[in-house]
């Protein structure tokens, strides 16, 4: 099969940078008004701790936004803005769909198992909209390449897909 690469499009990178300048901004605003209302000689520490989560948070957004993956016929190689790593197809159990959910709203992204039972998130492969297709398509991909390369057919795949399909089939014959 050939080499297919897993990553975010154009437009959700743009996305990505937008929420990371957003969070910048909020960083930073915060930081101003704590540093403007401080009358004290020891009120810095505020400041450090706004520097110290503005830094954790925009490197991880950065991390997650130019994060890639390579599928091969060996296996999958990780590759993000600080990291690269391989994982061989006989290392990885099943593919996961994992959804996670705060008040503001909620995002999906794809997990492979390992033999030991820990996971690896997959780079490139996350959303936030609901019956996103491109997501869709990423996780159909991943498990093909599994099914084909190990000569295990996930089976909970073709089951969920087909009352997936069936589903949407319904609501779309509905709509007509």
Not at 23 to 31: E, H, K, P, Q, S
Not at 36 to 48: A, I, Q
């Amino acid at each position: 099969m050939p080499e297919v690469w897993i990553r975010l499009n154009t437009a959700d990178r743009r996305r990505n940078w937008l929420w990371t300048g957003w969070f910048t901004l909020v960083c930073a605003g915060t930081a101003v008004a704590v540093a403007l209302s401080e009358t004290e000689e020891d009120g810095g520490w505020w400041v450090g701790g706004c520097a110290i989560v503005w830094l954790v948070g925009a490197v991880y957004m950065i991390n997650r936004g130019y994060g890639r993956t390579l599928l091969t016929a060996q296996g999958m190689v990780f590759r993000t803005f600080f990291r690269r790593r391989s994982l061989p197809w006989s290392e990885v159990v099943r593919v996961e769909r994992r959804s996670h959910a705060t008040r503001s709203g909620e995002w999906w992204d794809v997990r492979v198992v390992r033999v030991g039972g820990r996971g690896l998130t997959v780079p490139g492969a996350f959303t936030s909209r609901r019956d996103d297709r491109e997501f869709e398509r990423k996780l159909v991909l991943i498990e093909d390449y599994l099914s084909r390369m190990s000569g295990r057919w996930p089976r909970e795949r073709s089951i969920r897909d087909s009352a997936l399909r069936r589903r949407k089939d319904c609501r779309y014959s509905a709509m007509r």
